[in-house]
């Protein structure tokens, strides 16, 4: 087989070449990416969906790094802002638990609790700002709810609800005694859910009470007969 033979200088001329052209290909993939950034620059990307509801610079203007654009909300980002005398806020703090009472009745556990740390000098009061869930809630931004801090520890007492007698403006219940007497005694509600009432008043832990009214009616009557 005859051998083919380059000259250095050709070789050297060709390789120059190739290195040339490599260069060129970086420096236009370089200019791309340059490009794409511009690009991206002229881009405002929100970091959740939502609604917007004001624009702070136009169209053609020109900005500055930090500068506000747009303003917006989320109906699954909300939150709430809360004002409260600085006599709770050392227990507000220290537990850092809140529930959201809802128009409706409801009730939601906040995410978050979040006080900040100086007091309104006019007011003597603190701002805290209660994080909402990722869940439907119904609410609407600049509506108004009742929040319900955690401030310490108790046990509380509930009753079926169908435990009640209501008599004229009275409520009680039919308490049985250790000698299986019956005796209607009057309580103070407090919270209701569903099934069930907090007593405040009027019943102590331990006591028995007859879950069915009529059938301790009928043996309260059954009591005074014998008597």
Known sequence: MAKQLLA???LDQARARRDAARASLEAARAGVSAAGEQVDYTVIRSPYSGILVERHVEVGESVQPGQPLISGLSLQNLRLAVEVPQ???AAIREYAEATVILPGGGRIKAEEV???????????SFKIRVEL?????GLQPGMTVKVAFKTGEAENLWIPTS?????SEVTAVYVVGADNRVALRQVRLGHRREGEVEVLAGLAKGDRIAADPLA???HLAGESNDG
Request: proline share 10%; hydrophobic share 45%.
């Open 87 to 89: 006599s709770d806020i």
């Open 163 to 167: 435990a009640l007698v209501t008599r």
């Open 8 to 10: 250095k200088a050709a």
């Open 216 to 218: 301790a009616l009928a």
């Open 133 to 137: 869930p990722e869940v439907e809630t």
């Open 114 to 124: 979040i006080v900040f740390p100086y007091a309104d000098p006019s007011t003597h």
